[in-house]
Structures are given as structure tokens and as C-alpha cells.
């Protein structure tokens, strides 16, 4: 026998392996001849190659690697909340009572749910491509409007020629169409959830495949519909994102970009009008001509005597926040500036550089200094099913591209400029009567990107105690209800608990 | 010489072609010999197919396939709003003088830019894969909130046997390393951008691509980076998103669930006592326990005995949805039902069925009738690029699942029960002194998903003029301020064409 004949019969023996394998997927011209030969090593008896052992890094390396100031930041079933030397911890479910915690949770886990259905929360699990698929797809990026239709950009076929070619495209919250006419004996369901493209003529599959579409048929506002792409057994599936963009709300800062069409000025007061008299002073000495809101729950209302002043009064004693989320609301420019009433305007107190921060970045909210004083805190999230836990630590992220003053934190002092669209997306919860600050950043996690820029600093009016005798009532009056009262704290503790769902926090 | 041995090397021809012809990628087992063939009829003469001639449909057929209520809602270059017999059309441009108009595009362009940055606006490109990349990989959904790591799940890697296998991975905005305890010489570039894999065994690449992680190394809220795979010429690209998530905002509802526990009543009041207090009595016939919140700018401030009343007092004819925000601002419980202060409660204002869509159903906001008056409209955007085309239509989009009598809509009357938390999100625009409705919802558009259902009915107080001359006279003034003027018309057409971004409607 003929020695050329013996190697075919042993090269269609190999081709014969393979296929009996079922080695599925390799790209053909660059690598025919090295796979034949990878299949005869798995047919015929080879050494075993030297495999070294498979074995994972120590968790304690783990932990190096992927710890973030001591918190190991890495998917785990469930977070701590560990106190160490720096810092104690606390375990939000705590402030309730041992009877009551119980149903507490039910409720929660209840309200949670229904928040999460709203969210699309939790994400579907990611979306794997197998190798060696026929297909060329949109991987990532594919976008349509409620009941718009869209091109699917870069379909393609590239399988072995075929007699005929099937190729089937299915959808479950839209329909799929073609814009090729071609006869309905080559695109079947048009405008329908499935569409079957069947064909001899590779150019036209081509074509076809180059021109479907796909249309959202419901009124969504944020779904992900996966579109799989099939031809014999291969099977490709990618998103398409149905989403309605949120509409913009811009503010004019009007021809001559003046201060006071770009920012105002809003407080909260109670039972302190001297304090707030003598701020409102000191921004005028500044800023004669910036509107300011001042939002009042204490039990006489002032005569303020200043054109620029918005004056509103609320129910006695309403609260903190309450008063902060009124001032907000009745604010009508692009930024708002907090300030506590008993701040004092300097010649340091420059609003126009925070502007010019938050105008040339991606930040919300831009915090200054008070006396020195800039409060920065980071907010750390680990998520677990029973909550969060949350890790507060001072000081921050990174320091902000372009300002080489300013950082990146989670939290700032009571001294800020923020994006009032933004601060009012977030809002201070009415719900929080008496001494809150954190509360307000923890509650713009996700929403508020926050900044801080130490060089702009304004004063503090000393804290002696005043002559008049009418005034120092007031103000121990007022000190009652500034100081935090135990109740209060379990209240905080239990919103922490119930409200952000987290679980403890460091 | 031996038929085999021809055929043999007419087999080997024919691969040599099929290289040459650099042919790449089909899936191997299931199609060589085809493939062999179809080379074949490449390299061989052969009559060409009957291709059929590649055209599109006509535009006309396109805007039959792709329009809803007569809309186009296909992708084009501009955006056109015409007028038909049904409704007219604004154009806002407009509402300003022609001199101003051109310093008004330069400032209405440079605040739109500076939201798009904020909000990562616009998306990237979508992201192609090419067919029969030899990898496996995650096309969709592998997140990380900032300064995390995960797992990449799902890379493989099924190229042609090879002595040396190498694989390399590269990030932007993180970095990569692998949980795999292998030697340096296997994997270089732990912890950076770029982690490059080198090995003999197959076994251990696997091992080693089952266990790659991503580390998000800067504090970003919202950004997507793409991470590429590579091995010799091939090479995919899948997204990480780089997310932090929003933190939850739970209301609870308390161990009885009471209604007073759940809903707020909002109103805002101007110069029209009488009707306020007539609209109270009847909430409290139905309701004797609900907070109600009042929002007043009248000249006066009322007395109102009712301790489950909250008032709030503005600065003289602050205007209509300066006090709607206001009196959202103040909300404590999980949904807020909005009234006008010249409403009637009956019995068949049944705030619970409200409530129980809500509970049951994604929806943010649900409105009822006003004696019968649902005043649904549905608002369809176009975007483009000097501003979007906006569609409003009477109607709604699709009936509300689980609510046979319900639908979901655009917009509603002013009556109706919303997520606290949702509509802050959006608010009253203060802007909007005097008559304004259907701004709210344009404003909600992409936030706020809105339902109807007309079962739910409140009354109208009638409209005859009062006897009392005191209340006569402030009617009198009232009606100055509720007209719409001249002046306030086009001061909304330059709201929409501002701050919505909004080129025309019809």
C-alpha cells in the first residue's frame, strides 16, 4: 500500500476524532494544521504535560490586595462591622426593642422589595459569550427609547457556507423588522418578537443582517431586553437597553452671568434671631444683591427689612431638616449655598470660586472650610442581604482633576455650594428634627458626588453668651432642642436601619 | 500512482488554498469538509450565484412600519413638529426676540453640555464583537461600585493548541490581577492595567482566566470602562461598569399599616380662604386623621384649628408651584396625595385604592378624576441635536397590569397620589408662578412613570361667585393672578426651550 494513502486515511482518521470530540470553535485559516495535531495528542497515548497544582492565593493575601483603608472591599456573603482602635460600631437593629424587631423586619424587608421592583434591583446575573460563535453582535451600547425603533448595529453571519443559511433573531419586550425587502420567504415574522432570516445567498443574508431593527412596543422607562441570535447550534444573546432619558432642567444664568442669576443663599433659623440678623449683615457687606432664604419654625416671626430676602415660616419647632428642605425647595437657580444662621461672612467667604469648581467639574456638591474646619469624611458601602454596612472614615478619595486645592469625599461641613437640582433629588428628611449633618450625605450615597475646597472659608459667630435678657432665653430654649437627646439617637439609629437599609455601621 | 494518494493531495490543495485564501474562523468539529467545499468553489471557476438585487424598503413603507400615532419614531438627523388638524405647533425659539436669540443658543448650548457631562451623557458608541473570537467572556453586566474589586466572570479562552499560550487583559479605569496562586513568570502585571498571561498548560490558563478579578481604583459614581482580551491577532471587548448604588429611602409604614401612617395631603392655597377651609371640612368627613399640608402666600395668614394640619406661610403671591414644592418638601410618609384647595372630598375619593396600586404596581405617581375629568395625556420625545421634538397626545400608552380600569400615561389631572420620594425627585419647578400643569410632567419625563385611574373620584366646590363682599373682592384679585398672560405664556415656551432642552411641540 502506497505510503501517501496510509498518511490520508490517518488525516481523515484525526478530521474523524475531532468531529467526534465535537472540539467545537477555532478560527479556521490562522490554525488548521496545530489543532489537527492537538487532536492527535488527545487520541493517541501522549506524557502527560507537567501541570503544576491549581491552587488559590491564602485569603490573607486576598485581603492585601483588595482592602481599602483595612476594609476589605471584596463580594463576600456577608459584611461586618468590626470596631477597632480608631473607631467603636453600631449595630443599627439595636435601637429597636427585642419584641418589636421581629415585625420591624418584615416590614422592612417588605418596603425594601418594593423599592427594588421600582429600582430594577437586583441586576440580572452578566451575560456570557461563548467562544468561537459565528456571530459578530453589539456586545454592549445598544439603546432605544419607549416605543422607538432602532438599527441593531453589526450583525453579522461569518459560519461555514452552507446550502442554506437560517438565521433566527428573538426578543421578548420588542419586535424585530428588517429594512431589506426582500419577499417574505426570506424574512419570516417581521414585526414580531422572532424574526427567521432563511437564505442561499450569503451576500443577502448579509444585507439583511445589516438592516434589522428593533422596536421597544411598551411604555417602559428602564428595562434590559436580551436579544439572542441563533443559526444551527450556535447562540449569541446581547442587550438592548429601553430607556427614556430623563429630560434636562437647566437654568439660564442670563446674559451677563451675574452672581446673583447663578446662586442663592438659603438657612434654616429658630429661636436665634440675632444670630441670623447679624449673618445676614455680613453677607451684605459681600453679596449686597444675592437672594436668600431664610426658613423659620421658631414661635415669633421676624421683620426683616432687605429686598433680597425670602422669608418663610413654618408650624413651631418643625425641625432641622424640615426647615433645610423648605429653604431648597423655593430655590430658582443653578446652585444654592448653605449656611448655617449663625455663620459669619469674610473677606475669605468667596462664593465665585466654588461656582468656578462645580461649573468645571462632575461634582454636585463643593464644601468650603468654616474657621479651619472642614469636616471630610468618606462613606464606604459593602453590600449584604440583611443591609449594608457602612464605613465612615476622615478624609478623602483623590484629589480633583483640575484643582489641586480640592478633593474627593462622601461628606463635607455645613458650608457648601451644591447643584440645587441635585440637592433637591436628595433633599434633607423632614423626618430629622434636631442635630443631623452625616445623615444628609449618607442619605446622597450614589446621587451626590462631593468635593472640597479648604481655601474658601467663612467665620463663625463666637458662642458667648448674649446680654439680653430676651435673647439668652432664647437661646436656652433653644439649647434644649439643639442638644440630642438619647431618643433622638435611637431615632437616627433606627432610620439608618429601616430608611437606608443598612446594618451596622463603623 | 494511486487514486488515494491524488485524492490526498487534492485534499491538502485545497487546504493550502484555504489558507492562502486566509479564510478566518468557522466553528471547526461541526463544518470542516463543508468549509473545504466552499473553498473550493472559491478557488475553482464556478458560476456565479443568483444573487438577488440588495435594496432598502421605501421610506414610505418605513414610516407605515415604525410610527406611533402618526409619529416617526425612527432615528433621524432632525427632529420635525408639524402641525396637523389635531393640534397645533409651538416652536419655542420663539419666545425670545431675535436679537437675544443667538447669545441665548451660546448659553442654552453651554449649560446642556454641562449637564451631559454630569450625567456621562452621550453614551459611547455600542461596543461590536467580532465572529469566532476564540474567548469567552462577559458581554453585559459585570458591575463594581468604586474602590471594589469582582471576580470577571466567565473568560475562557479556545484557541488552536499552541506551546505557548498567551493571554493578555487590559483595563482603563481599574485595574486587574487574578486570584490564582501562579509564579510571576506566569502572570505579570498583578494589581495594574494590564495583567498578561503566559503558560504551556491549558489546564492552569484556564484556571487562571476562571479567577481575574477588576479593582475600581478611583471614587467615580457612575463611569463604564472597557476591559479588551487579547491572544495573537484576536481580540474582544466587554464593559465594567463602575457603579455606586443608590441608597435606599424607606418609609415605614408602622405595626398597623394605618393610613396616616402611609399618606400626606398636600395643597397650596392663594387668596381663597373660604374654598380651603370647604375643601379641609370635606377631608376630614372621610379622613379625620391625615396630615394635611398647607402651603399659603395669600396677604394673611389663616387660623386653622386642626392638629393634623400643618400650615406654611410664603412671601405674598410667591406663586403656584413654588408652593406645590414647598408643601412636598414637608412630606414624612411614603406617598403624598395631591389636592387643590377647591376640591371636595366624597365618597368616592377612596385614597386607598390609590394607595394599593402603588403598592402593587412600578408606578411613581397615580392620578384619579376630578368629576370625571382624568385628563390623560401621553408625551412622546424625539431627540435631536439643536433640542428635541416633543408629542403630547391625549390618551394613555397601554392598560396597567393587574388594573384592568387603570393605564399608564404621561400625565394626569391634578389629583392624584405619588412616591414622596420619587415626586421631590422631580418637584415644582418655583419658576412657574402662576398656570402651570402639564410643565410637572414634562419635568418627570424619564423619572416619573404615571398611571390613571378614573375610578377614583373627588369633587369640584362650584365656581358661582361668592356672596360675602370681603371674599368677592379677594376672588377678584385671584382671578388677576390665576390668568395667564401674555407675558407668563412666553415665559414658559422659554422655560421648555431652556431648561427641557425642548426645540417645538405640537
Sequence with gaps: MCPNSSRFLWLLK?????????????????????????SLKLALPSPAPDVQKLKLLPEEHLRNLFSYDGIWLFPKN????????????????DAYGQSDLPAVKVRRQAEFEHFQRREGLPRPLPLLAQPNLPFGYPVHGVEVMPLHTVPIPGLQFEGPDAPIYKVTLTASLGTLNTLADVPDSVVQG??????????SDRKLLKFILQHVTYTSTGYQHQKVDVVSLESRSSVAKFPVTIRHPVI?????????????????????????????MIMLRSIREYYPDLTVIVADDSKKPLEIKDNHVEYYTM????????????????VTTKYVLWVDDDFLFNKETKIEVLVDVLEKTE????GGSVLGNVFQFKLLLEQSENGACLHKRTGFFQPLDGFPNCVVTSGVVNFFLAHTERLQRVGFDPRLQRVAHSEFF?????????????????????????VDSELAALEKTYSTYRSNTLAQVQFKLALHYFKNHLQCAT
Design 442 to 466: 449618607i442619605d446622597g450615597l450614589g446621587t451626590l458626588l462631593v468635593g472640597s475646597c479648604p481655601e474658601v472659608i467663612i467665620g463663625h459667630q463666637s458662642r458667648s453668651p448674649v
Design 248 to 276: 434636562p432642567k437647566l437654568y439660564d444664568p442670563g446674559p451677563e452671568r451675574k452672581l446673583r442669576n447663578l446662586v442663592t443663599i438659603a438657612t434654616k433659623t429658630f429661636l436665634r434671631p440675632h444670630k441670623l
Design 14 to 38: 484525526i478530521l474523524v476524532i475531532i468531529l467526534g470530540l465535537g472540539v467545537a470553535g477555532f478560527t479556521f485559516g490562522s490554525m488548521f494544521l496545530p489543532a489537527a495535531f492537538s
Design 190 to 199: 417581521r414585526g414580531q418578537k422572532q424574526l427567521t432570516i432563511s437564505t
Design 315 to 330: 408650624p413651631f419647632g418643625k425641625g432641622w431638616f424640615a426647615g433645610r428642605n423648605l429653604a431648597i425647595s423655593q
Design 363 to 366: 461634582l454636585d456638591v463643593v
Design 78 to 93: 456577608q459584611c461586618k462591622c468590626e470596631a477597632n482602635k480608631e473607631q467603636g460600631s453600631y449595630n443599627f437593629q
